[in-house]
Nanobody, 123 residues
Framework: QVQLQESGGGLVQAGGSLRLSCAASGRTFSTYAMAWFRQAPGKERQFVARIRWNSGSTYYADSVKGRFTISRDNAKNTVYLQMNSLNSEDTAVYYC????????????????WGQGTQVTVSS
């Protein structure tokens, strides 16, 4: 099992930036990919971005492409999400998750989840 701890959320004005971090511990050697999802009140959990652990290849939801960047530091077992040009629609709880493969956009492809970090964008 992999344990995940997110940090870096907060309140930011529209147009601003935040960087989220997700530190992984435990059986991280079995991780194929890590991703960020988000969930706004009353809405389904939504895929944001994914990075393959070994190759570093990335994949983004259309809604964040060009604004968000996912990256990882293998030595620190940490994944980051740099979020720029934030708007009110980005307000949500952001979760990181690990996967052993499968559809990168489906929450059912991910087996370990963090507790989430709140991002609130004020207009």
């Amino acid at each position: 099992q992999v344990q995940l701890q997110e940090s870096g959320g907060g309140l930011v004005q529209a147009g601003g930036s935040l960087r989220l971090s997700c530190a992984a511990s435990g059986r991280t050697f079995s991780t194929y990919a890590m991703a960020w999802f988000r969930q706004a009140p009353g809405k389904e959990r939504q895929f944001v971005a994914r990075i393959r652990w070994n190759s570093g290849s990335t994949y983004y939801a259309d809604s964040v492409k060009g604004r968000f960047t996912i990256s990882r530091d293998n030595a620190k077992n940490t994944v980051y999400l740099q979020m720029n040009s934030l708007n009110s629609e980005d307000t949500a709880v952001y979760y990181c998750a690990t996967s052993q493969g499968g559809d990168p956009t489906s929450r059912w492809s991910y087996s370990s989840w963090g507790q989430g970090t709140q991002v609130t964008v004020s207009s």
